[in-house]
């Protein structure tokens, strides 16, 4: 079983939609959580930083953090056609800067 | 003003080849990272450096060595490369260990 598990897509949607992002995984250590979005051919970006469970949300964004089901997830609303893009999840403990990342959800959102 | 760069952009080389890969930071960050992306999109670390001591060093080949001239500096040589090589490489930094990392653009690194 990989240790950081996400759905690579694609996803397709049309302008405006409800999107859901998840990842799930293994060790019940990790207690950062982040999501990075990566356009074609560029570097990921940090979107959302998050410690332990919980919500977070930033403008269109909302990150939340299930640690009893290991689970977390990016919500984006109101989707829009920039944000077509793959989204990676990352985590790391809490005294190790060794991130692990998921394989990334590719998404692509219609006009 | 970009943040983390590297250069050069693609690297396109044959087999056996020795290459370098530079990063540069102008954040202050006091950890870089180099990372590979493979064809399927994954990112994995392969070294970190902080204040120009290696913190991390995953089971990657021998002929991969990070050097740091100075804090700002993260560059990746490769010794006798190989046709698995291929991939895009990221640097990356952060201000502290055990913080957010910033990426830099990649190299896309293709040996023939």
């Known amino acids: 079983q990989k240790e950081v598990e996400q759905d690579p897509g694609p996803l397709s949607v049309p302008e405006g939609a409800i999107v859901s992002l998840n990842c799930t995984y293994s060790n019940s250590a990790f207690q950062y959580f982040m999501w990075y979005r990566q356009y074609s051919r560029k570097g990921p970006e940090l ?15 909302t990150a939340q953090v299930d640690k009893s089901s290991k689970y977390i997830s990016l919500f984006i609303r109101d989707s829009q056609p920039s944000d077509s893009a793959t989204y990676l999840c990352a985590m790391r403990l809490y005294n190790n800067n060794d991130m692990r990342f998921g394989a990334g959800t590719r998404l692509t959102v219609k006009p | 003003d970009t943040a983390v760069s590297q250069t050069p952009k693609y690297l396109v080389t044959q087999m056996g080849n020795d290459k370098s890969i530079k990063c540069e930071q102008n954040l202050g960050h006091d950890t870089m990272y180099w990372y590979k992306q493979d064809s399927k999109k994954f990112l994995k670390i392969m070294f970190s450096y902080n204040n120009k001591e290696l913190i ?11 050097k740091s001239p100075d804090k700002a500096h993260l560059n990746l040589h490769i010794n006798s490369l190989e046709l698995g090589d291929s991939a895009v490489y990221f640097c990356a930094s952060s201000p502290q260990q055990q913080e957010t990392q910033y990426f830099g653009p990649g190299t896309r690194l293709l040996v023939l």
Do not use: A, H, Q, W
């Open chain 1, 47 to 61: 979107l959302m930083y998050t410690y332990s469970s919980g919500n977070k949300e930033d403008g269109r964004f």
């Open chain 2, 56 to 66: 991390i060093n995953e089971t990657v080949p021998n002929r991969f060595s990070p």
